[in-house]
């Protein structure tokens, strides 16, 4: 039996997992994301070493922030961790692991292991939309990422709605439809101070009848629903998923469908669905895992 072992590279926590080839979790942990490039890489590599011992790796994948190039190792753009931008990360891994190291961004990674074992399974062409602070994702034909010439395929959060000449602060759906947009609105709305209710105290309150909340709520609904149209008949996938943690809330698909369903029309007749993510804590490890096991048989 083969095995790998996994990173999932997050601003709080570094995940960790040793798997077999068919993404078996055979020892995890995680740890206090470091502060700086050479912390990083002396504890990745006191991991690698600690466990080796054990089993015999195969190669070492990494899920990450940013605009992972996946041939070149360098991660451009911006995230919560610094120092991973504009260094080879493979090789700098590479040299002081001793295994082959891929990398691939995290939102990709999550993509990748819906269509391998996840909510996409038999789904050649997907796409995954992640609501959380932003709105962000990908898309997935036959099971690789369509990355776009400057690595910003799957950006749906910058889509501006509206007319944009009339919004002088170019509000893209990240800002007007994201679950923290909503947070934002309802707080706004009761006079409450930024950072005073979190998503899940919103559709809490909306349960409970919160008049507000549930106007706030409504509202989102219709938002996400109007990009998500436009994806639909932009990119026509088989599949669209929905990930973040609102989408372990049963209510907000519900929402969501019952939204699209009102967007057909007699022109506008193709069937408008979303689904539920499968995986929510381990997709970031088992996507690395299948980008590592496939990084030589297709182009990412």
Known sequence: MKTYMVFD???TY????????????????????????????????????????????????????????????????ASAIPFIHDVNMIELLENETGHQVSIENDANCAALAEGWLGAAKDTDYYICIVIGTGIGGSIVMNRSILKGSNLH????????????????????????SSTHALVRE???????AMGALTGEQVFDSVNNGDIIASECVADFYKKLAAGIFNLKYILDPAKILIGGGISKRSEVIDGINQEL??????TATLDFRVEACHFDNDANLIGALFHLLNSGKSDY
Do not use: C
């Open 9 to 11: 590279l997050g601003g």
């Open 14 to 77: 570094i995940k960790y997992a040793v798997m077999d080839e068919e993404a078996g979790k055979l020892e995890s942990g995680k740890l206090i994301t470091p502060v700086s490039l050479e912390e990083f890489v002396q504890k990745i590599t006191s991991i690698v070493q600690s466990l080796q011992s054990k089993y015999d790796f195969s190669g070492i994948a990494v899920s990450s922030p940013g605009a992972v190039d996946t041939h070149t190792g360098y991660i451009g753009g």
């Open 153 to 176: 395929g799957g950006e749906f959060g910058y889509m501006l709605l509206g007319d944009p000449l009339d919004n002088p602060q170019r509000l893209n759906w990240s800002r007007t």
């Open 186 to 192: 309802v707080e706004r709305k009761k006079g409450l």
């Open 261 to 266: 369903k009102k967007l057909r029309n007699e």
